[in-house]
């Protein structure tokens, strides 16, 4: 959580941001820094794709919360966790912080894959490993690659490919 956070004095001239006026507003601008504040106040600094919940918290439809989180690309979207989050406030969080939200979103990651009975059939089939195996290598060295190797987590569909790879460079 952070108790403040710093946004340019020209914000609001941003392309996206000014793309976003255009179109909603000042009611989107102050909706966006809504969202904001809102995501500021969370641990890791996400919020759950729960528009409904937000609308009642701003005072505005749905949709139009929709509008402002997928519309104009201020948001990043992990859809499959249902959250999203906005990479300026993560960047001004300290490189500890940082690590262990991405460290964070990854174990997330892993937890669901290594539950998911049809991505386990195949995996077993497709590299001849038992499940036992597969399952210690997303927790180790898969997620030491991806952790050394990426300054942001990938989207899930995105990391799905890169366990394949890495289990494909195990079998070599």
């Known amino acids: 959580m952070m108790k403040s956070f710093r946004h ?7 392309s996206k941001v000014l793309k976003l006026r255009m179109k909603l507003g000042a009611a989107g601008y102050g909706v ?9 106040a969370e641990n890791d600094l996400r919020a759950t794709l729960d528009y409904d919940v937000l609308a ?7 949709e139009f919360v929709r509008q402002v989180v997928e519309d104009f690309d201020l948001f990043e979207i992990d859809i499959e966790a249902e959250t999203f989050s906005h990479e300026g406030l993560m960047e001004q969080k300290p490189a500890k912080f940082k690590r262990e939200v ?7 990651f892993i937890e669901r894959q290594a539950k998911d ?10 590299f001849n490993m038992p499940r036992v195996q597969i399952k210690g290598i997303m927790h180790s060295s898969f997620r030491d690659e991806i952790l050394s190797n990426y300054t942001r987590i990938p989207p899930a569909e995105t990391l799905r490919t890169l366990l394949y790879n890495h289990l494909e460079s195990l079998r070599e």
């Open 102 to 108: 991405k460290e964070k979103q990854l174990d997330k």
């Open 56 to 62: 009642y918290d701003f005072h505005v439809e749905a």
């Open 8 to 14: 340019s004095a020209d914000e609001r001239n941003s």
């Open 32 to 40: 966006y820094l809504m969202i904001l504040e809102r995501l500021a």
């Open 117 to 126: 009975e049809y991505l386990l059939d195949n995996l077993e089939g497709n």
